[in-house]
């Protein structure tokens, strides 16, 4: 099975609600973990990583910290934005190159 | 180039056609991946390359997928005999391993219709 799970979408909120995308996964050690963003008619890309336990990613007001006792990186936001509206992946490396991703959480914010 | 380039960008074609996708990675990315994204399947891993071989093929769906990359550099999927169930969208990505958390980089994917 997929050994990344996330928080089963879509997801629809207001603007200035604050944000939460659960995500957990199982690993052996502490593989490096992500956040990718899908804007609508963009392509994939990078929204911020952790490299090792307790690591706080963080980019555009977004935040994930890598949480080894209850295996999660959940990404928040304290306020999220329209422009904030896109699929969101969680992520995780399957030995040493084949990273593997969550089933995308769509996000609409709505003005 | 700039950014990973992928062609063509959309492709309409009859079941039981071959296709070829291309995948122009970023100038000097040693690993370049292809991935499927299905309409409520996420994103299934394809096949990963580290320069011209392909030690993890192991999402490549069937044996009518075939990928190849040459000169450490483009890389082309190759499916023959498409199905109805090969539509999806084909993205390529690529990454330089010049940290310990690999940040691969993505085209904008080939969006693949088969009728």
């Known amino acids: 099975g997929n050994s990344v799970t996330q928080m089963e979408g879509p997801v629809t909120l207001s603007e200035e609600a604050f944000l939460t995308i659960n995500c957990t996964y199982t690993a052996t050690g502490y593989p490096s973990l992500f956040w990718y963003v899908q804007y609508p008619g963009e392509g994939l890309q990078l929204l911020l990583k952790a490299t090792k336990a307790d690591d706080k990613g963080s980019n555009k007001g977004f935040e994930a910290t890598y949480r080894k006792e209850t295996t999660s990186f959940h990404l928040e936001k304290g306020s999220v934005q329209v422009s904030d509206s896109a699929v969101y992946f969680c992520?995780?490396?399957?030995?040493?190159?084949?990273?593997?991703f969550g089933q995308g959480t769509r996000l609409t914010i709505n003005p | 180039g700039a950014g990973v380039s992928q062609s063509p960008s959309n492709k309409v074609t009859e079941k039981g056609k071959d296709v070829e996708l291309r995948c122009d990675p970023i100038?000097?990315?040693?690993?370049l991946y292809w991935y499927r994204q299905s309409l409520g399947q996420g994103l299934e891993f394809l096949i990963y390359?580290?320069?011209?071989?392909?030690?993890?093929k192991s999402g490549l769906p069937s044996d009518r997928f075939s990928a190849e990359r040459t000169g450490g550099s483009v890389s082309t999927l190759t499916i023959q005999r498409t199905q109805q169930e090969d539509s999806a969208v084909y993205l390529c990505?690529?990454?330089?391993?010049?940290?310990?958390?690999?940040?691969?980089?993505f085209g904008a994917g080939s969006r693949l219709t088969v009728l």
């Open positions: 990505a690529s990454s330089s391993q010049d940290s310990g958390a690999n940040v691969l980089t």
């Open positions: 992520a995780r490396f399957q030995g040493a190159q084949k990273l593997v």
């Open positions: 390359f580290q320069g011209n071989s392909a030690p993890d």
């Open positions: 100038s000097g990315h040693t690993a």
